[in-house]
């Protein structure tokens, strides 16, 4: 089963910043997805990213805010760009293990001030 | 297009038995059941491919009714180690290249 590594896993930042948050996994794998889960809430699908062309974006979510990156088949990151308090949440990357269902990684708690 | 469950909280004591229903406005063509406790990321229990469906797993089963676009998640005889949060996740069959998470169900197992 894939395991994944997803770091920080927690931080603090300042408004106007911006944080990238890194998921490596120890397998291959073609498509990962990044979630967004705030407080109490349930996970909610930021965008798909596939190895070699653009990630593939939810409707409410844009390139210019959560920009993604994937350089290979092991590795993502998702930026969260000009952060204010509201992108305050947890993220978390995740991978398809067919029928075994889904891998998250660890998740990052961001918290903007 | 995010599914609906219900109950939105379950409150047990040890040995009770719950029900947790996933309904969806679309077409399924999967549906996967995980577990998330406190603090940690969704834990996959199961996933239900056909309509009809029966799995279990240990004292936790799920069935998928494929034609009214529902599925439910059956714990019986619970134990403390059931408390979290149950979420069900779908694919739809107009897109079955991403899991999107149903609004979630607290169950809380006390002794």
């Known amino acids: 089963s894939a395991v994944i590594s997803q770091k920080p896993s927690r931080d603090i930042c300042q408004r106007g910043t911006s944080l990238t948050i890194q998921c490596q996994v120890d397998?291959?794998?073609?498509?990962m997805f990044w979630y967004r889960q705030q407080p109490g809430q349930s996970l909610t699908l930021i965008a798909t990213?596939?190895?070699?062309?653009?990630?593939?974006?939810e409707s409410g979510f844009v390139i210019d805010k959560f920009p993604i990156s994937r350089p290979n088949l092991t590795f993502s990151t998702l930026t969260v760009s000009n952060m204010s308090p509201e992108d305050s949440s947890i993220y978390l990357c995740?991978?398809?293990?067919?029928?075994?269902?889904?891998?998250f990684g660890s998740g990052t708690r961001l918290t903007v001030v | 297009q995010q599914p609906v469950q219900s109950p939105q909280a379950v409150i047990l004591r040890e040995g009770e038995d719950a029900v947790i229903n996933c309904s969806s406005s679309?077409?399924?063509?999967?549906v996967h059941w995980y577990r998330q406790k406190h603090g940690e990321a969704p834990v996959f229990l199961m996933i239900?491919?056909?309509?009809?469906e029966q799995k279990g797993h240990e004292k936790i089963s799920a069935s998928f009714n494929e034609k009214k676009q529902q599925s439910s998640l059956y714990l019986t005889a619970s134990q403390l180690s059931y408390s979290g949060t149950y979420f069900c996740?779908?694919?739809?069959?107009?897109?079955?290249?991403?899991?999107?998470f149903g609004t979630g169900t607290r169950l809380q197992v006390f002794p």
């Open positions: 679309k077409a399924l063509y999967s």
């Open positions: 397998s291959q794998v073609t498509m």
């Open positions: 990213a596939n190895q070699g062309s653009e990630a593939t974006y």
């Open positions: 239900l491919l056909k309509g009809g």
């Open positions: 996740g779908t694919e739809m069959k107009e897109s079955t290249d991403k899991l999107i």
């Open positions: 995740s991978v398809d293990r067919n029928n075994y269902g889904y891998t």
